[in-house]
């Protein structure tokens, strides 16, 4: 089954760095998510893309967060300045359309850790 | 404000002992709502989606139904490899595409 790529599994920073977590969503899937999940909560949303615009973003996603659609292929979650309480693991996500029909699929993950 | 609740927080069960899982929900209107299970350090994996209390579903040994306030996850004669977490989401009619998600139910079934 074809499956969502992200990169790094694992990224370390230091605390006011900038971050881009990337993903590779699977090729004829037009929704993009990030999701994230901080250790021993829930899965939160985050932002959802959709025709290289955002078209629902949560209250997390405030404006040290961005997401682009750089090319055919990739999607990318940048923190610019990252606080302590962005650890946590984040999750991209892709579905074909944007009906309920559709299954989401999630990648693997990239747990960010803020020092 | 859409919340989803699953209960236990943890399952331990021997293998062949039959058991489900909870999850309550509250939204102002259902979409859908989603059965996902989760391996340590792994993304969510989808299991289900119901639409219309009365609904089931059915994949090898997990049968999800739903009413109109709570879904159940039911597992028959379960194997160590069903082990994970299952985690339960909404999605709400006028809530976009966006999930909801429980804090899910760690189901461990030991030989």
């Known amino acids: 089954e074809p499956e969502v790529t992200q990169t790094p599994s694992h990224q370390v920073t230091q605390m006011g760095q900038e971050v881009i977590l990337r993903c590779v969503p699977i090729s004829n899937h037009l929704y993009f998510y990030w999701y994230r999940q901080i250790l021993g909560q829930k899965v939160e949303f985050l932002v959802s893309?959709?025709?290289?615009?955002?078209?629902?973003k949560s209250e997390i996603f405030d404006d040290q967060f961005s997401v682009e659609r750089p090319d055919g292929s990739n999607f990318t979650l940048k923190i610019r300045s990252t606080k302590l309480e962005d650890s946590a693991m984040y999750f991209c996500?892709?579905?074909?359309?944007?009906?309920?029909?559709?299954?989401?699929?999630f990648g693997s993950g990239t747990q960010l850790s803020v020092l | 404000e859409d919340q989803v609740t699953q209960s236990p927080e943890a399952l331990r069960l021997q293998e062949g002992e039959s058991s489900s899982l909870n999850c309550s929900y509250t939204?102002?209107?259902?979409?859908?709502l989603f059965w996902y299970r989760q391996d340590p350090g792994k993304g969510p994996e989808f299991l289900f989606t119901l639409y219309s209390a009365g609904e089931e579903k059915e994949k090898e040994r997990l049968k999800a139904t739903l009413t109109k306030k709570e879904s159940f996850l039911h597992i028959t004669a379960p194997k160590p490899e069903d082990s994970a977490t299952y985690l339960c989401a909404v999605q709400a009619t006028g809530g976009g595409n966006k999930l909801t998600f429980g804090t899910g139910t760690q189901l461990k079934v030991e030989l």
């Open positions: 996500a892709s579905r074909i359309t944007g009906s309920r029909r559709e299954k989401l699929f």
């Open positions: 939204v102002s209107g259902l979409r859908g």
């Open positions: 893309f959709y025709n290289n615009e955002i078209s629902e």
